[in-house]
């Protein structure tokens, strides 16, 4: 099953590539390697908002780190050319998770966008990864990941 069929099986629509919020670019290449900026979580359009192990569960944050996973696939499809075909692999995801000082499972937050990415796009979407938590993100929100990856 190539790619658009399991995200069709997955009842998943890729979104329109979200806007800067700031001086920044969505992503940038680099030879073979594109580097895709920050993406918080968003749920109903707007900032997915709150800090885990105070405001959200585990399951929130997971959910949260699925649905920036979407985000990140559609940024990372406009750079790949128009196609996930022309990913070669996920090399590296970065996890910033929004979290109580106490809170010690970003590892399982962070599961929600690494399991994504493995199945939409199989083997390709294995990667190295680091998930850290932090005192507060932009806008609020619970979640913000990136994500580097190799292009055909």
């Known amino acids: 099953m190539g790619i658009y069929e399991k995200l069709q099986a997955l009842n998943i629509t890729l979104p329109s590539v979200a806007k800067p919020a700031a001086a920044y670019v969505m992503y940038t290449r680099s030879?073979?390697?594109?580097?895709?900026?920050?993406?918080?979580?968003?749920?109903?359009?707007?900032?997915?908002?709150?800090?885990?192990?105070?405001d959200l569960s585990t399951e929130d944050g997971k959910a949260a780190a699925r649905a920036v996973g979407i985000d990140l696939l559609a940024t990372l499809q406009e750079a790949?050319?128009?196609?996930?075909?022309?990913?070669?692999?996920?090399?590296?995801?970065l996890s910033l998770?929004?979290?109580?000082?106490?809170?010690?499972?970003?590892?399982?937050?962070?599961?929600?966008?690494?399991?994504?990415?493995?199945?939409v796009l199989g083997d390709k979407g294995t990667h190295a990864r680091s998930a850290f938590g932090v005192?507060?993100?932009?806008?609020?929100?619970?979640?913000?990941v990136e994500l580097i990856a190799e292009l055909a």
Not at 80 to 93: F, P, Q, T, Y
Not at 100 to 112: C, F, M, R, S
């Open 31 to 54: 030879g073979n390697l594109v580097f895709l900026s920050g993406h918080i979580a968003r749920k109903d359009g707007s900032p997915w908002v709150g800090q885990l192990g105070k």
């Open 80 to 93: 790949a050319g128009g196609s996930l075909e022309n990913v070669k692999r996920v090399v590296k995801v």
């Open 97 to 119: 998770v929004n979290s109580a000082p106490d809170y010690t499972e970003h590892h399982l937050v962070t599961n929600g966008v690494s399991e994504l990415l493995v199945e």
């Open 135 to 144: 005192a507060q993100l932009p806008m609020g929100a619970c979640v913000e």
